[in-house]
C-alpha cells in the first residue's frame, strides 16, 4: 500500500530544502524538481508522533479489499477525471480514505456502515452489487443521496449522511495532492518570493501600490544583502 | 485597520538566520530561522556561550527550600525514564507558564511555607484570568470566481483592528481588537467540506457530485473568511487555580482544578463583538456561515484557557499581603525565587502576552545578574 503520508513529508522536505540551497543565492522562480524519497528523516517530528505513525502503518489496510474496490468506485464518481485534471484515484484518495480512519476512528463505523448501505440500496434496487451496477444505475443512487432532502421520506437519510462525510474526505484527500493542488490552481507553500497582489488584480479593482512604500519592506534585489543600520536605526543596506 | 505587524525576516539581519521563503508554514517551525521563535532567536544563541545546559523532556514537580525558606533547587522528572531527579540552584527562574508556574509554587510546600511556595498572601493561583475571545465566519459572494494567485505572503498573518469604541457608551469596561483572515490558503484536512453548502445562499443546488462538485470547490475557493475578537477581561479574585489534592498526572505531580466564572463584562463584549463581526459581514454584502452565537451561549464567549492567554496567578505588585512578586518578579516570600511568565502580569491588554513576558524577562535577568554581583542573592 502506497504510503501517502511519507511522500508528503518527502514533498515537504523537498522543497525546504531545495529552497535554502537556490533561492537565497539566485533568486530563481522557478518551481524545482525534487525526487520523492520514503523517509521519514529531517522531518520534525517528536517521538510520539513518530510512534503513532508507524503504529497506523502496522496495522496494514483497514479496509477489505472488497470495500477498497468499492471505496474507488465512488471516489471516481465524486471526482472523476476532466481533460486536465486526473481522478481522486489517480490522486491515491482511497489510500488517503483507508489511512484517515486509522488516524480518526471516529470515522470508521459511519464510512464502514455507509458502504454497506451503498450495497444494501443496489441490492434492493437492481439485485447487485453497486460496482456492478451499469453507471447510469449508479448515479441513480447518488442523485437520491447527494443532495439535502427535498421530500418528508426519510428513506435516504442514512445514505445521505454517509456520502455527506465521504464526499468531505475525498475533497480533502483529492485537493491535497499536487494533482487536485494543481487543479485549484493554489501556488503557495513552494519555494517563492512574494511580491504582493499581482498587478492585474489590482488594476481590476482600480488599486495599486503605494509607489513610495514598494521596496521598503520586501525588496528581492537586496533580500540576501546583510542588513546595517544608521544611527537613527534606518536601513542602509 | 491596518496588516498585522509581525517578526518574519524579509531581509537578512545576520548570518545565523536566514530570509522568509514564504512557504507559509511558519506554525512548523522556520527551516531559516527566519521567524521569531523562543528556539532560533533565544535558546540557541544563549547556548553557544556554553554556560547553559539544557535539559528537555523534564518536568519540575517542585522547589525544594531550606531551613531559612530559601530557594536550594527543583525535583524533576525525565520523562524519557520516568525516574525524578534532584538539581541545586543558587537561584530558581520559573518559566512555566502562568498556570504551570502556579503548581509548581502550591506544590513545593515546606515547614517554612506550609501553604506553598511563595504563598504567604493566598494569592497564588488567584486573578487568573484569560482573554475573551468569539468569533464569526462569513461567506462573501463577491470573492466567488475570483482570479487564483499567491495570497500567502508570510506565513501567519491577519488583518487587524484596534479597539475603537469608547467605553462610556457601552456596557462593558476595556474593549477588544479584531482578527480577521481568509484567502486562498493551503488545503488542508477539511478543505472542500463545506464548500458546495455555499450554493444556499445564493440561492443555488447545493450537494451533488463529478463536474458540478468539482467546479463548485473552485467557484467558492477563496470567499470565506474569518472573524474574531481577542479582548480585555478583568481579573477577578476568585478565579483561581489551585491544587487537586485527589488527583495526580502521569509522573505523580498533583494536578490544578479551576474555578473561573465570566461576569457580564466578558459576556457583554462578546455580545458586540459577534454583533459587530456580523454587522461586518452583511456590509461585504455576505452571510454569517452557520447560526449567530446568542445568548444561551454567551455570544460564544469560548471558556477561559482556549485563547492559551493566561496571566495574573503570580501577580506582581509592592505590597506582599496581595501580591506574589515584586516588580523584579521575585518571590517576597523567597528572594531566590522568580517567576518570569505571564503569572506577574496584574492585567491582561487585549493583545498577545509574548512580547510584554520577553520585556519584563529581560528586566528581570538584568536586575537577577545586579543582585548576584552585589552578593544579595
Known sequence: ?237 | MIPARISILTKRINDERGVCFYCGQCNRSCNAYADFSSGSCLIFPAMKSGQIDLFTDCMVKNISTNEEGLATGVSYIDKKDMLEYQMKAKVVVLGASACSSARILLNSKSAQHPNGLGNSSDHVGRYLHDSTGAGLSGFIPALMDRDIYNEDGTGALHVYSPWWGDNKKLNFARGYHIEMWGGLGMPSYGFGKIATDMNKYIGEQVGGYGDKLRNDVKRFYGSTIGIAGRGESIALYDNRCEIDPNTVDKYGIPVLRFNYKWSNQEVNQAKHMVDTFEEIVHNMGGFVIGDKPDKSINYGLLAPGQIIHEVGTTRMGNDPATSVTNKYQQLHDAKNVFVVDAGVFTSQADKNCTWTILALSMRASEYIVDQLKKQNL
Not at chain 1, 13 to 19: C, E, H, K, M, P
Not at chain 1, 111 to 122: A, C, H, K, P, V
Not at chain 1, 151 to 178: P, W
Not at chain 1, 188 to 216: I, Q
Open chain 1, 1 to 237: 500500500m502506497i504510503n501517502r503520508r511519507d511522500s508528503l513529508k518527502a514533498l515537504l522536505i523537498g522543497s525546504v530544502g531545495a529552497t535554502t540551497l537556490t533561492l537565497g543565492v539566485t533568486g530563481c522562480k522557478e518551481e524545482i524538481e525534487v525526487p520523492l524519497v520514503e523517509t521519514n528523516k529531517g522531518y520534525g517530528r517528536i517521538t510520539s508522533e513518530i510512534a503513532h505513525d508507524e503504529r497506523l502503518e502496522a496495522q496494514g489496510p483497514f479496509f477489505t479489499s472488497v470495500e477498497l474496490s468499492l471505496i474507488a468506485t465512488l471516489c471516481d464518481l465524486v471526482l472523476p477525471a476532466t481533460p486536465t485534471a486526473g481522478s481522486a484515484t489517480a490522486a491515491e484518495v482511497p489510500a488517503f480514505i483507508d489511512f484517515i480512519v486509522k488516524d480518526l476512528p471516529y470515522h470508521q463505523i459511519p464510512i464502514q456502515g455507509g458502504l454497506m448501505w451503498i450495497n444494501g440500496e443496489s441490492n434492493k434496487r437492481y439485485n447487485k452489487i453497486f460496482e456492478d451496477c451499469s453507471s447510469n444505475e449508479q448515479k441513480q443512487i447518488l442523485d437520491d443521496i447527494a443532495y439535502p432532502s427535498t421530500e418528508k421520506t426519510q428513506q435516504f437519510d442514512a445514505g445521505r449522511k454517509f456520502f455527506n462525510k465521504f464526499r468531505g474526505l475525498v475533497l480533502t484527500g483529492y485537493y491535497t495532492t499536487k494533482i487536485g493542488i494543481d487543479d485549484l490552481g493554489y501556488v503557495g507553500n513552494r519555494p517563492n518570493l512574494w511580491d504582493g497582489v499581482p498587478p492585474s488584480v489590482l488594476a481590476k479593482h482600480g488599486l495599486d501600490y503605494d509607489e513610495n512604500m514598494k521596496g521598503r519592506y520586501i525588496n528581492h534585489d537586496s533580500r540576501d544583502t546583510k542588513a546595517t543600520w544608521d544611527e537613527n536605526g534606518n536601513l542602509l543596506t
